[in-house]
């Protein structure tokens, strides 16, 4: 197993509340519940909020905007990623022979091969706290817009420009990505949800602290 860097901070200063900033938001924080990938809720994630480095959210603020104007919200499946989380992740891959959530989020491929085709980081940007996983939701119907996949799907369907989709679920995505990489985010080539802001304020560190809006405001 690789380890982490030696750059890793507890330090949250730098972080915020992201509804703090975007208050349009909508939140399904994944990894607070047992509705994901492991099928528990995963280490670090005490609290259903995403947290973000300041100028993450202040970009994001830009995208809420842009995205209301066209008749969508946000809604975040994930943000900021403790260290701890990820590395739950990798001991899960290797030692757990657990594959109940299997048909729900990897159908087709076999728990090593998350790690190998890149679906799963072992040093994840989202700890970073500049990385977002998020969908559109229309603010006519209520619902999320189809996007072909839905998040955490590890698949080759799940691939920004995988055209096994119509052309209204690849349209939908592109709307996505369009305003993301206009507002200052680049893309994932494996999950079209996933986005990193290109200027991040810590591209070299990894922080290990709780997924906590309570801990923020100590």
Request: aromatic share 14%.
């Amino acid at each position: 197993m690789k380890s982490y860097p030696s750059e890793i901070a507890a330090d949250p200063s730098g972080f915020v509340v992201l509804a703090d900033y975007v208050p349009h938001i909508v939140q399904e924080i994944r990894y607070h519940s047992t509705y994901n990938f492991i099928g528990e809720r995963i280490d670090g994630y005490e609290e259903p909020v995403a947290l973000l480095t300041k100028e993450a959210a202040r970009a994001l603020k830009s995208v809420s905007n842009e995205l209301i104007v066209q008749g969508y919200r946000m809604k975040v499946f994930d943000a900021y990623r403790p260290v701890s989380a990820v590395k739950q992740f990798i001991l899960w891959g290797i030692e757990d022979q657990d594959i109940r959530m299997k048909p729900y989020f990897y159908p087709d491929l076999e728990k090593q091969e998350l790690f190998d085709k890149g679906y799963i980081a072992k040093r994840s940007s989202h700890s970073r706290g500049s990385t977002v996983d998020l969908t559109l939701l229309d603010m006519r119907t209520g619902k999320e817009v189809d996007m072909g996949s839905p998040f955490d799907l590890f698949s080759e369907a799940s691939h920004p420009d995988y055209r096994g989709v119509t052309e209204e679920q690849y349209d939908n995505r592109m709307i996505l990505r369009r305003v993301m990489l206009r507002n200052g985010f680049e893309p994932f080539d494996c999950e079209w949800w996933h986005f990193t802001l290109k200027d991040e304020p810590y591209p070299d560190t990894y922080f290990e602290f709780p997924v906590s809006s309570e801990y923020l405001r100590k």
